[in-house]
């Protein structure tokens, strides 16, 4: 349809949003990565300082050693994805990593010492990150509602489907998606996010995601 991937906040054709697709058995919502991490993250002399990262001195590399994982297929290539990131709502990793909202409704990936069930982990964590409760990341709940209902809560969203030889023949079309709906998707475990951040790459790859078949209970008309 002459769209190729990008990273507009807004829907794709006509007022829908366009969902491809896809066999990994998963399909985004969005890219959308936490408005804090606990790392000084900006550009040139003004990196962004904020309450989650106000009392740490941490690099981004400083962040994928503490509470990522060394991937030994890649050279030991730290990874903030699988094992160490949480996934689900109220999930606890086995990193200590909580997945959760707080008090304001904001998402948030709080790093619990107590919880993290790494052998080595008083060697690898320094002295001011050994307690609980921290946030490691943080999305802001007005932030988050904007970028999820400007793409998908206009006319709604769309996707076409291929036959067994590759020929796309068919086109079904869902409702619009508003955050108080989406929000309950992701307390209900139905929508995830899935981190793949790794080290030497800037992109922080952090997708938030529904199985394919529950995006399939959402088709409303096929053509």
């Known amino acids: 349809m002459g769209i190729i991937h990008n990273g507009y906040n807004e829907p794709d054709l006509f007022g829908y949003e366009m969902k491809n ?28 300082r904020n309450d989650t990262n ?6 981004r590399d ?29 999930q606890m990793s086995e990193y200590g990593q909580l997945l959760t ?6 998402i948030i990936i709080t790093y619990n010492y107590s919880k993290d069930k790494r052998d080595n982990k008083n060697d690898i964590l ?22 999820l209902e400007r793409k998908f809560n206009q006319k709604g969203w769309f996707t076409c489907k291929k036959d067994t030889n590759g020929v796309y023949q068919s086109i079904h079309f869902g409702n619009p998606i508003n ?35 529950f995006w399939h209970t959402l088709i409303t008309d096929s053509y």
């Open 126 to 147: 320094p002295l001011n990150l050994k307690m609980d409760n921290i946030v490691i990341a943080k999305w802001y709940k007005k932030k988050l509602k904007l970028k």
């Open 179 to 213: 955050y108080d709906s989406w929000i309950q998707l992701f307390k209900n475990k139905i929508v995830f996010f899935d981190s793949g951040m790794y080290q030497g790459n800037k992109r922080p790859y952090a997708q938030w995601r529904a199985n394919t078949t």
């Open 62 to 90: 400083n962040f994928l050693e503490f509470f990522g994982k060394p991937n030994e297929k890649k050279s030991g290539r730290l990874s903030w994805s699988g094992i160490p990131c949480p996934t689900y709502f109220n």
């Open 21 to 48: 697709q896809t066999t990994s058995g998963k399909i985004t919502f969005g890219d959308w990565q936490p408005d804090e991490y606990i790392y000084i993250h900006g550009r040139g002399k003004n990196p962004k």
């Open 54 to 59: 106000k009392n740490f001195e941490l690099t």
């Open 101 to 106: 909202i707080d008090e304001d409704e904001n």
